[in-house]
């Protein structure tokens, strides 16, 4: 894996209404929307950002969004598609812990895992207004634990195989792959910004900004705990 290679997961597909995407401005109705993890393949390893959602939970949980996803948008089944396992990847790494971003965690007990380091707390006791975003536990023994929701957790999963690695600020993943800070969305959301030698690079904003649009307009999506700080991650 001598050079940088970066893959768009398909992870299926939620709903959204048009006034939750463009907070306050819309147009309203609804707007189905991509959900997508990156993989890295680098010199360094394996990195895998964010992991999706899981059918069955917002099935029971978020019906409303009305989720589309094949076996082969699950977690395992796009990495089967490039000849790769679970067992593959050495680097979770978690933008933050809404329930389309962490789904797919408990496939990856052996993996190094990453996030915010105010994320996991987060989880743990989120405001009255987060509790759908942070209502997929099964990533963390300590926030299902907190929240009284240790059946969500896949048969094997302890404090030891779900514990992170709690960073702040910008940070150098690897070579020329940088996680930006961009609170806002979350109380620890990040982009990802990955460079390459011989092309221009690539930002992914993730959830600081849902569209081209966003970043036109300065428009974040409803669901936030800072509308302040979302407009200045944009910026």
Same mark, same amino acid.
């Given at each position: 894996?001598?050079?940088?290679?970066?893959?768009?997961?398909?992870?299926?597909?939620?709903?959204?209404?048009?006034?939750?995407?463009?907070?306050?401005?819309?147009?309203?109705?609804?707007?189905?929307?991509?959900?997508?993890?990156?993989?890295?393949?680098?010199?360094?390893?394996?990195?895998?950002?964010?992991?999706?959602?899981?059918?069955?939970?917002?099935?029971?949980?978020?019906?409303?969004?009305?989720?589309?996803?094949?076996?082969?948008?699950?977690?395992?089944?796009?990495?089967?598609?490039?000849?790769?396992?679970?067992?593959?990847?050495?680097?979770?790494?978690?933008?933050?812990?809404?329930?389309?971003? *962490?789904?797919?965690?408990?496939?990856?007990?052996?993996?190094?895992?990453? *996030?915010?380091?105010?994320?996991?707390?987060?989880? *743990?006791?989120?405001?009255?207004?987060?509790?759908?975003?942070?209502?997929?536990?099964?990533?963390?023994?300590?926030?299902?634990?907190?929240?009284?929701?240790?059946?969500?957790?896949?048969?094997?999963?302890?404090?030891?195989?779900?514990?992170?690695?709690?960073?702040?600020?910008?940070?150098?993943?690897?070579?020329?792959?940088?996680?930006?800070?961009?609170?806002?969305?979350?109380?620890?959301?990040?982009?990802?910004?990955?460079?390459?030698?011989?092309?221009?690079?690539?930002?992914?904003?993730?959830?600081?900004?849902?569209?081209?649009?966003?970043?036109?307009?300065? *428009?974040?999506?409803?669901?936030?705990?800072?509308?302040?700080?979302?407009?200045?991650?944009?910026?």
């Amino acid at each position: 894996m001598s050079d940088t290679k970066v893959y768009l997961l398909d992870g299926g597909s939620l709903v959204l209404d048009g006034y939750h995407v463009f907070w306050n401005r819309g147009p309203g109705g609804e707007v189905r929307f991509p959900v997508y993890s990156i993989l890295i393949e680098h010199a360094e390893g394996r990195f895998l950002i964010d992991t999706g959602y899981d059918y069955d939970h917002v099935m029971k949980v978020l019906p409303f969004e009305k989720p589309i996803q094949e076996k082969h948008q699950t977690i395992p089944g796009a990495l089967a598609l490039l000849g790769l396992e679970p067992k593959d990847i050495d680097v979770v790494v978690n933008s933050h812990f809404h329930f389309d971003h *962490c789904g797919g965690n408990k496939y990856f007990p052996h993996a190094k895992k990453i *996030c915010h380091r105010s994320e996991v707390p987060q989880a *743990c006791n989120p405001q009255p207004f987060e509790h759908l975003g942070y209502s997929d536990l099964s990533f963390s023994a300590e926030a299902a634990e907190a929240r009284g929701a240790t059946a969500q957790l896949l048969e094997g999963t302890t404090r030891a195989n779900s514990t992170f690695e709690g960073i702040e600020g910008d940070v150098d993943l690897a070579k020329g792959v940088k996680l930006i800070s961009t609170p806002g969305h979350s109380i620890g959301h990040y982009s990802l910004l990955v460079e390459f030698p011989k092309r221009k690079p690539i930002m992914f904003t993730i959830d600081a900004a849902y569209t081209q649009k966003s970043l036109e307009t300065l *428009c974040q999506a409803a669901f936030h705990i800072d509308p302040v700080a979302g407009v200045n991650s944009m910026r």
